[in-house]
T-cell receptor
Framework: DAMVIQNPRYQVTQFGKPVTLSCSQT?????MYWYQQKSSQAPKLLFH???????NEADTPDNFQSRRPNTSFCFLDIRSPGLGDAAMYLC???????????????FGPGTRLTVL | GENVEQHPSTLSVQEGDSAVIKCTYS??????FPWYKQELGKRPQLIID?????GEKKDQRIAVTLNKTAKHFSLHITETQPEDSAVYFC??????????????FGQGTELSVKP
């Protein structure tokens, strides 16, 4: 059963046209992450949510925004995609708990974004 | 800032041989070190991890060793098989980011196992 789901799996957008990527999870994990991964490179953390607390990486462009309306869902909004934003976008989740904290980050299958 | 260096960037071995990938980290307070395997076009998958209070961990053909003094950790794959071919990423979790669990990734190693 899929635990971290990303939609769509492939997204094509035009230069400058806003796009939203979706991530949902059935694990009830309190931490959710968004990564950008370009070809042959390591995943690069854009931001993460610890419960409802949003944590932005210092070098994440303002063009990238995120929303987490509830525990299960998290969205990545790219306000004005440029050619350099073409990449795989990975969502990951983790359970952080004093009682049963888990180290592992569970990754979704990713959304491949193409910018024309 | 925190940094993880990974070597080599590419590694080619014959089926049945062993493969070793090495990583060094900069933050001596890092407390968690996972290894991910990523096949082309797929998600990273955790293959093994180790916490800072353990020096070595093994899972069948895969093992990880940690040297906290030298601030480096290594992935060892024995009896390699063609299906081990993939990109492998090491990562470290600086303790400052313990709550959020941020990982600092290495640059990746492309492993090719030739039949």
């Amino acid at each position: 059963d899929a635990m971290v789901i990303q939609n769509p799996r492939y997204q094509v957008t035009q230069f400058g046209k806003p796009v939203t990527l979706s991530c949902s999870q059935t694990l009830n994990h309190n931490v959710m992450y968004w990564y950008q991964q370009k070809s042959s490179q390591a995943p690069k953390l854009l931001f993460h949510y610890y419960d409802k607390d949003f944590n932005n990486e210092a070098d994440t462009p303002d063009n990238f925004q995120s929303r987490r309306p509830n525990t299960s869902f998290c969205f990545l909004d790219i306000r004005s995609p440029g050619l350099g934003d073409a990449a795989m976008y990975l969502c990951a989740t983790r359970l952080d708990s004093v009682l049963a904290g888990v180290d592992e980050q569970f990754f979704g299958p990713g959304t491949r974004l193409t910018v024309l | 800032g925190e940094n993880v260096e990974q070597h080599p960037s590419t590694l080619s071995v014959q089926e049945g041989d062993s493969a070793v990938i090495k990583c060094t980290y900069s933050d001596s307070a890092s407390n968690y070190f996972p290894w991910y395997k990523q096949e082309l076009g797929k998600r990273p998958q955790l293959i093994i991890d180790i916490r800072s209070n353990v020096g070595e961990k093994k899972d069948q053909r895969i093992a990880v060793t940690l040297n906290k003094t030298a601030k480096h950790f290594s992935l060892h794959i024995t009896e390699t098989q063609p299906e081990d071919s993939a990109v492998y990423f090491c990562a470290a979790r600086p303790v400052f980011y313990n709550q959020g669990g941020k990982l600092i990734f290495g640059q990746g190693t492309e492993l090719s196992v030739k039949p």
